[in-house]
C-alpha cells in the first residue's frame, strides 16, 4: 500500500515533533472534525467527543516519538480516535464485550426485504424481484438533495450501529480507500466491506421508504 | 408450455443485492464479476438497485457537509502548550 509514497502531512509532522503550534492547529483543523464525527459515533454526547478528541489529540502527542510512518498519520490519528472512543463508548454502554464486533457481524440482515423477491423455487423468476425499485433516475437534483433529505440520511447514519457508522463516515462521506478503512480501524478487508455493505444498504432503504412515503 | 426459469447470468436478483458492494470496489473475483455484469446487461431493475446504492453513497457524502463539526480549538491549543512545555 502507497509505501513509496511520502506521507502528505510529512512536513507538518516534523514541525510537530519540533513543538510548532501552527502545524498542530492546521492538523487540527485537518483532522478535528473527521474525529470528533468518528467519537461521535462511540459515545452520546458532544461534550464527551470532545474529551475523547482532547485525549486523542494527547495520545498522538506522546506517542510522536515513536510513530514510525509506517501507516499515514492520518490513519495512525483516526487509529486512536477509533479506540478511544470505542473503550469510552463501551464504559458508558457498560454491556458491549470489548472484542466482539457485536451483533453486526454475527447476524444475517438481508440488503433488501426478502420479500421482495420470488422464492428460490419461482418457476419463472427465481429469488427475481417481485417488488423492484421504483427509479431515481428522473428525480431532480434539487429533490435528492434538498435539505429534508439530507436530514434523512443523516438520521439513518446516526441509527446504525457504531462499527457500521464508523465504516460508511470513512468510506463515503471522507472517501477513503478501504485498505486505509481496514487498517484504521483493525478490520481484515472482508469484515470492512460487510460493515459497508449493511450500512448503505440500510440507508438506500431508508431513502427509499422516505421517497415513496413523501410521494404519495 | 414454453416456461423455464430465468436466472440473468446466472445469479439471482436477491443475490446480486448483497454482491453490490464486492463489485463497486472490485473486489469480487473474476467468476463473479462476470456474473454479475452479465445480469446486469439483463436485468433492468438490478441496474436501477446499483445506481440507487451509488447515489445513496453520494448523497451520504453531502449531507455530512452540513454537519461541520469543529472540536474547541482554544482547548486543545491549550492542551498542546501545556504538553510541550511539560517536556
Redesign the interface.
Known sequence: MGDVLIDPDHELLERLRA?D?DA??TL??RY??L???IA?THVRTRAVA?EV??ES??GV??GLDRFEGRSSLKTWILRIVANRARTRGEREARSVPLSSLGPDLTEDE???D?DR?FG?D????????SV??H???RMPEER??A?E???Q??SA?AKLPARQQEV??L???E?WE?EEVSEALDLT?GNQ?VL??RA??K??AD??HYFEASTQ | MN?F???PGGI????V??L???FL?G?LDRHDRARMEAHLELCP??V??V???R??????????V????????A???G???E??DSR
Do not use: N
Not at chain 1, 419461482?122 to 424481484?129: F, I, K, L, M, V
Not at chain 2, 439471482?12 to 443475490?15: H, P, Q
Not at chain 2, 452540513?66 to 480549538?73: A, R, T
Open positions: 513543538g503550534e498542530f492547529m487540527v483543523d478535528g472534525p474525529m470528533l464525527r461521535l470532545e478528541v482532547q489529540w494527547l502527542l506522546q438481508p440488503a433488501v426478502p423477491f428460490a419461482h418457476a419463472r423468476y427465481p429469488g427475481g424481484w423492484p425499485p427509479s431515481w433516475a435528492l438533495l435539505a433529505t439530507l436530514e440520511v443523516r447514519i460508511i463516515v468510506r463515503d462521506v472517501g478501504p478487508p466491506r459497508l455493505h448503505r444498504s440507508v438506500r431513502l427509499e | 416456461e426459469p430465468i436466472i439471482s436478483c436477491r443475490e443485492v448483497e453490490v458492494t464486492a470496489d473486489a431493475p438490478c436501477e438497485y445506481d440507487q446504492i447515489t445513496t453513497a453520494r448523497v451520504a457524502a453531502v449531507a455530512a452540513d454537519l461541520e463539526l469543529h472540536p474547541d480549538s482547548a486543545l491549543l492542551a498542546f502548550k504538553f510541550r
